[in-house]
């Protein structure tokens, strides 16, 4: 591997978040091996892009919920890497503690859940060996939990949060544990917690689509998410203009205020105006215009570049059908901003994508296509 490979490959596996996933449906399964920063998913027939994205984004949000349904899915695999920083503390905390070997480990965890008509199961891997493995029986209010040899756990509630899980494996008499695994069972439940906490409050997931609209004026209104644009854009407006009272991301509006002029969209703003949150443009005669009637690919370039530009550390972004009302010249812009994005933030894409015309703008060293 000559020298600019190698920078490109560290590069690379130092942004990955999601490595590999594998899904089973009721339906089919999905395999998606050696995942990049940005992976774009096609197919020559409909095959299910949309519903993978779905079943990734009610995984990702209930990650620390152990037991958590995802309906019409019999089981999910998924393959992370911890951010480095993570992983850091997590070798120093463990690494000295128990027998999973961890000096070497680079932050690769894999994460099962399988959902029988009896029973819900839980693995995490590291480096492929079992760190916890927890099984809720359906039929009976427990919980059976091991590592080498399994504890029974009677919840008689609804937990199955892996931190309230922790605590009562804590709280359970060490008469009822096998005292010779006992350390390992806490261990390694408490390791599981670290982990999954760490995803929860640190690796945000945004699923935007499969159509973007919204009005140029909004209420000026409390969001749940000054990060998130909303499903359908509807929350654009409003992360747009958070944004433009950030001097430090003004060099990026400024790169999109300069793209949209060559799209013939001049001046653009973004802010409050007669009691409304507003975008305002000029025409091409320079006359002022508030809440403009935009193109649907230049509302589509807009909120796309807000969502990117607003996204915090080790985000994930799922996109359903990434190119609504986008032509060749639209995926070209943001296509640049997608790379920086993914470097600088660490970030991740996954990205379901119909016209295969537009593959080619999104093809990098940091991405790969996946056809389903």
Same mark, same amino acid.
Request: with cysteine; hydrophobic share 40%.
């Given at each position: 591997?000559?020298?600019?490979?190698?920078?490109?490959s560290?590069?690379?596996n130092?942004?990955?978040?999601?490595?590999?996933?594998?899904?089973?449906?009721?339906?089919?399964e999905?395999?998606?091996?050696?995942?990049r920063?940005?992976?774009?998913?096609?197919?020559?027939?409909?095959?299910?892009?949309?519903?993978?994205?779905?079943?990734?984004?009610?995984?990702?949000?209930?990650?620390?919920?152990?037991?958590a349904?995802?309906?019409?899915v019999?089981?999910?695999?998924?393959?992370?890497?911890?951010?480095?920083?993570?992983t850091?503390?997590?070798?120093?905390?463990?690494s000295?503690k128990?027998?999973?070997?961890?000096?070497?480990w680079?932050?690769?965890?894999?994460?099962?859940?399988?959902?029988?008509?009896?029973?819900?199961?839980?693995?995490?891997?590291?480096d492929?060996?079992?760190v916890?493995?927890?099984?809720?029986?359906?039929s009976? #209010?427990?919980? %059976?939990?091991?590592?080498?040899?399994?504890?029974?756990?009677?919840?008689k509630?609804?937990?199955?949060?892996?931190?309230?899980?922790y605590?009562? %494996?804590?709280?359970?008499p060490q008469?009822?544990?096998?005292?010779?695994?006992e350390?390992?069972?806490?261990?390694?439940?408490?390791?599981c917690?670290?982990?999954?906490?760490?995803?929860?409050?640190?690796?945000?997931?945004?699923?935007?689509?499969?159509?973007?609209?919204?009005g140029?004026?909004?209420?000026?209104?409390?969001?749940?998410?000054?990060?998130?644009?909303?499903?359908?854009g509807?929350?654009t407006i409003?992360?747009?203009?958070?944004?433009f009272?950030?001097?430090?991301?003004?060099?990026?509006?400024?790169?999109?205020?300069?793209?949209?002029?060559?799209?013939?969209?001049?001046?653009?703003r973004c802010?409050?105006?007669?009691?409304?949150i507003?975008?305002?443009?000029?025409?091409?005669?320079?006359?002022?215009?508030?809440?403009?009637?935009?193109?649907c690919?230049?509302?589509?370039? %807009?909120?796309?570049?807000?969502?990117l530009?607003?996204?915090p550390?080790?985000?994930?972004?799922?996109?359903?059908?990434?190119d609504?009302?986008?032509?060749?010249?639209?995926?070209?812009?943001?296509?640049?901003?997608?790379?920086?994005?993914?470097?600088?933030?660490?970030?991740?894409?996954?990205?379901?994508?119909?016209?295969? #015309?537009l593959?080619?703008?999104l093809?990098?060293?940091y991405s790969?296509?996946?056809?389903i």
């Amino acid at each position: 591997m000559n020298d600019t490979l190698k920078y490109y490959s560290l590069l690379v596996n130092s942004n990955m978040i999601l490595t590999s996933i594998k899904v089973h449906t009721d339906v089919r399964e999905y395999v998606l091996d050696n995942l990049r920063p940005v992976t774009i998913l096609t197919s020559t027939t409909p095959s299910g892009k949309s519903t993978l994205l779905r079943v990734l984004y009610d995984f990702l949000v209930s990650v620390d919920r152990i037991f958590a349904p995802i309906q019409n899915v019999d089981r999910v695999d998924i393959s992370l890497k911890i951010p480095d920083e993570a992983t850091e503390k997590l070798r120093k905390k463990y690494s000295r503690k128990w027998d999973v070997e961890l000096e070497d480990w680079d932050g690769n965890v894999k994460i099962v859940k399988n959902f029988q008509h009896n029973h819900k199961e839980f693995i995490l891997y590291v480096d492929n060996e079992i760190v916890f493995h927890a099984v809720q029986r359906l039929s009976e #209010d427990e919980v %059976i939990t091991s590592i080498r040899r399994p504890v029974s756990i009677d919840l008689k509630t609804d937990t199955d949060s892996i931190g309230e899980l922790y605590h009562i %494996i804590c709280k359970t008499p060490q008469a009822q544990l096998f005292s010779e695994y006992e350390e390992l069972l806490l261990l390694g439940s408490e390791f599981c917690k670290d982990v999954l906490q760490y995803l929860k409050d640190n690796v945000k997931v945004y699923l935007i689509g499969p159509y973007i609209d919204y009005g140029t004026c909004a209420d000026p209104v409390s969001i749940a998410d000054e990060h998130y644009v909303g499903r359908h854009g509807e929350n654009t407006i409003l992360v747009l203009a958070s944004l433009f009272t950030d001097g430090r991301v003004w060099p990026e509006l400024a790169q999109l205020i300069s793209t949209l002029e060559k799209m013939g969209i001049k001046r653009l703003r973004c802010g409050y105006r007669s009691g409304k949150i507003a975008l305002s443009c000029l025409t091409k005669h320079n006359e002022l215009v508030v809440c403009p009637e935009l193109p649907c690919s230049v509302k589509v370039l %807009i909120t796309y570049y807000t969502q990117l530009l607003a996204l915090p550390k080790y985000s994930i972004v799922l996109i359903d059908n990434f190119d609504y009302c986008m032509y060749g010249d639209t995926c070209q812009a943001i296509a640049k901003f997608i790379r920086n994005v993914v470097t600088r933030k660490k970030c991740q894409l996954i990205v379901e994508l119909h016209n295969k #015309d537009l593959v080619k703008c999104l093809v990098s060293e940091y991405s790969v296509l996946v056809t389903i």
